[in-house]
């Protein structure tokens, strides 16, 4: 079966550092999504993306974070300036189209932990 | 806006006992409905849908059933077994394509021989 593939699995940066984090979606899937967890908190959304535009974002996605597909295969969330409270950990998704898009669900990538230090 | 509200854990119990978590849910209009679950150290996965009322998802032995009067999608098992340790999330999302899910806090389930 098809999976969302992230990396790298952990990454570890300093405070003030730019980050990238990597996803690739399902090939065909084409909306795309970023979600972090805050260790043992709620999982929260940040941002969903279509036809390479942002559809819609969370306040948290604030100037910070930007997303981008720079090819037909990847999605990245980059975070310019890294916080402490950056701190989580890092869900990419993607969900199909066609008939019956509207109620299919999102698969999930394994997550990037993203610790700052 | 959209919300999902299930019960706090952690719930510990025995190995074939009942398990029961609640989920009810506020939206406009009429959401799928979904439970993932997160085993230690691994990503989300999908356990069971359901995209209209009275609908039944059912997974591995769990089931949750869409009730619209009750705004509630509760997940349950007849016999848990100590693999079902997990951090179990209710969520939803809006029928237009593209909807994001909405997540509930998760409930950690811890499952001893």
């Known amino acids: 079966e098809p999976e969302v593939t992230q990396t790298p699995s952990h990454q570890v940066t300093q405070m003030g550092q730019e980050v990238i984090l990597r996803c690739v979606p399902i090939?065909?899937?084409?909306?795309f999504y970023w979600y972090r967890q805050i260790l043992g908190q709620k999982v929260e959304f940040l941002v969903s993306?279509?036809?390479?535009?942002?559809?819609?974002k969370s306040e948290i996605f604030d100037d910070q974070f930007s997303v981008e597909r720079p090819d037909g295969s990847n999605f990245t969330l980059k975070i310019r300036s890294t916080k402490l409270e950056d701190s989580a950990m890092y869900f990419c998704?993607?969900?199909?189209?066609?008939?019956?898009?509207?109620?299919?669900?999102?698969?999930f990538g394994n997550g990037t932990r993203l610790t700052v230090t | 806006g959209n919300s999902v509200t299930q019960m706090e854990g952690p719930v510990t119990l025995s190995e074939e006992a009942f398990l029961t978590i609640n989920c009810t849910y506020t939206?406009?209009?009429?959401?799928?409905l979904f439970w993932y679950v997160q085993y230690p150290g691994e990503g989300l996965q999908l356990l069971l849908k359901?995209?209209?009322?009275?609908d039944k998802g059912s997974n591995k032995g769990f089931e949750a059933t869409y009730r619209k009067e009750t705004t509630s999608f509760h997940l349950e098992k007849g016999s848990v077994q100590v693999s079902d340790s997990a951090v179990y999330f209710c969520?939803?999302?809006?029928?237009?394509?593209?909807?994001?899910?909405?997540f509930g806090g998760g409930t950690r389930v811890l499952v001893k021989p």
């Open positions: 998704a993607s969900r199909g189209t066609g008939t019956g898009a509207s109620n299919s669900p999102l698969h």
């Open positions: 090939s065909n899937h084409l909306y």
């Open positions: 993306f279509y036809n390479n535009e942002i559809s819609e």
């Open positions: 939206a406009t209009g009429y959401p799928s």
């Open positions: 359901a995209t209209k009322a009275d």
């Open positions: 969520a939803l999302s809006g029928k237009a394509a593209g909807n994001k899910l909405t």
